[in-house]
């Protein structure tokens, strides 16, 4: 099954708590969605439990754009041998906006298997926080677990407050984390400059292959290009770039 949820709003002052219970039971498998597109001025939380059986899989992507103050609160258990769980996300901010992510991804059983690979563009005064937890309990062995968190600052004001973190209980595992947080290239936007691309629609084409590479592991071409477009209409003085897509 897929499960799409789409959060969005102009309202002038608007609070919103949701929570999302999730099951997957033996040898099912959920696709889930979401985007979060609320006007600017909401103020956004939303806590996701998921629990995994046997052999389940789980696929989560998530967008995050809109409301002054977001916060996603994941949790997922994964109760059951051969469990799989990918969490991926794309984060946008932009003013003041501060977006938040608080992961906690728990290994409770044998021979499971989880990712995360959270990405955020940050502009003006914006910021955001990646809190990652991994926890790999003792007798979960053959566990195989990433974690990724990846930042582009387009602002000197903007800041991101990293935090990957990984607590192992096992002895025979597989686990790797890591984090970055920094501005664009510089090497790569003076190869670009010396091909003759402008300096603005240089640091365009990359700022937008830093999110692309979240956006491709959607595997539904539709919502995929409609969330590229409005990257697209994020960049600082980009309008259209269509043939980018």
């Known amino acids: ?5 789409h959060h969005v709003g102009d309202a002038a002052a608007i609070f919103q708590n949701s929570s999302i219970f999730i099951s997957v039971t033996e040898n099912a498998l959920l696709n ?9 001025s909401a103020q956004h939380v939303a806590n996701l439990s998921v629990n995994l059986l046997r ?17 996603s609160n994941i949790r997922v258990k994964l109760k059951e041998e051969g469990a ?17 992510s608080q992961i906690l991804m728990d290994h409770l059983a044998p021979n ?3 990712s995360q690979n959270f990405k955020s563009i940050l502009q003006q005064s914006s910021s955001g926080v990646f809190n990652g937890r991994v ?44 984090a970055t947080v920094g501005q664009l290239d510089e090497d790569q936007l003076f190869y670009m400059r010396s091909r003759g691309v402008d300096e603005a629609t ?3 084409l990359l700022t937008f292959a ?27 003085g980009q309008q259209q770039w269509d043939e980018l897509l």
């Not at 099954?1 to 949820?5: H, K, M, N, Q, S």
């Not at 889930?32 to 600017?40: D, F, L, V």
């Not at 052999?55 to 916060?71: E, H, I, K, M, V």
């Open 1 to 5: 099954a897929t499960f799409i949820e």
């Open 210 to 236: 830093f999110a692309n590479e979240i956006l491709q592991r959607l595997d539904m071409p539709e919502i995929r290009e409609r969330i590229a477009r409005t990257v697209l209409a994020y960049l600082p």
């Open 135 to 178: 926890i790999v309990r003792e007798g979960a062995q053959k566990t195989d677990a990433k974690q990724s968190n990846k930042n582009l600052l387009l602002s000197k004001q903007a800041g991101m407050n990293s935090n990957p973190q990984m607590e192992i209980y096992a002895d025979d595992v597989k686990c790797s984390h890591g």
């Open 84 to 100: 799989q769980c990918t969490l991926n996300g794309l984060s946008l901010s932009a003013g003041n906006q501060h977006l938040d």
């Open 55 to 71: 052999n389940s899989q789980y696929n989560f992507f998530q967008f995050a754009q809109g409301s002054r103050l977001d916060r």
């Open 112 to 114: 499971c298997t989880s």
């Open 32 to 40: 889930h969605i979401r985007i979060q597109s609320n006007s600017e």
């Open 202 to 204: 240089a640091r365009g």
